[in-house]
T-cell receptor
Framework: GDSVTQMEGPVTLSEEAFLTINCTYT??????LFWYVQYPGEGLQLLLK?????DKGSNKGFEATYRKETTSFHLEKGSVQVSDSAVYFC??????????????FGKGTKLSVIP | DVKVTQSSRYLVKRTGEKVFLECVQD?????MFWYRQDPGLGLRLIYF???????EKGDIPEGYSVSREKKERFSLILESASTNQTSMYLC????????????FGDGTRLSIL
């Protein structure tokens, strides 16, 4: 079945540091890929998405490129802020046995940014 | 913007009680989902529904049931709550066509004593 593997945390960075959170996937067909973010005490919010190979999703300074050849979708940001402290989830969308689309999530990576 | 509303942010119940968690979405989405989130385990799908009165089991349906009588509302039911069902519960919705993102509510933190 489909699976998503992302780097384990927690990750602690100083403000303005460069961020990379690795994500690789296994899936049949051509899934869409997503990054979600969860701030403390809240639900998940869609951060960015990519629907086909070589697409780059971007939002709020975060970027991720859909790499079919390496089955990866790594999240990057050039300069993190304290407000970026959150848990980040990589996910892919694939068809279930019932024919509808489901998300398969990685286990999440907790990021803490210190001033 | 899509709005997914879960009826309670925090809930405390006792072992053996029947517990209802309610979720409403306002964007006419066909798909609705219930997950539980536990430290170290990420999100696990309990049930989902792709139409009114339709439901499909997810990865961990045991001990839970669901109800979808109206398109906008999806209820999760713990028939007889147990302490191992203490968790954060997240509801989500999405369009049925293509690989659309899911939109999440703020979650219900449920404690079973």
């Amino acid at each position: 079945g489909d699976s998503v593997t992302q780097m384990e945390g927690p990750v602690t960075l100083s403000e303005e540091a460069f961020l990379t959170i690795n994500c690789t996937y296994t899936a049949t067909g051509y899934p869409s890929l997503f990054w979600y973010v969860q701030y403390p005490g809240e639900g998940l919010q869609l951060l960015l998405k990519a629907t086909k190979a070589d697409d780059k999703g971007s939002n709020k300074g975060f970027e991720a490129t859909y790499r079919k050849e390496t089955t990866s979708f790594h999240l990057e940001k050039g300069s993190v802020q304290v407000s970026d402290s959150a848990v980040y989830f990589c996910a892919l969308s694939g068809k279930s046995g019932a024919g509808s689309y489901q998300l398969t999530f990685g286990k999440g990576t907790k990021l803490s940014v210190i001033p | 913007d899509v709005k997914v509303t879960q009826s309670s942010r925090y809930l405390v119940k006792r072992t053996g009680e029947k517990v209802f968690l309610e979720c409403v979405q306002d964007m006419d989405h066909e798909n609705m989902f219930w997950y539980r989130q536990d430290p170290g385990l990420g999100l696990r799908l309990i049930y989902f529904s792709y139409d009114v009165k339709m439901k499909e089991k997810g990865d961990i349906p045991e001990g839970y049931s669901v109800s979808r009588e109206k398109k906008e509302r999806f209820s999760l039911i713990l028939e007889s709550a147990s302490t191992n069902q203490t968790s954060m519960y997240l509801c989500a919705s999405s369009l049925i066509i293509g690989n659309q993102p899911q939109h999440f509510g703020d979650g219900t933190r449920l404690s079973i004593l």
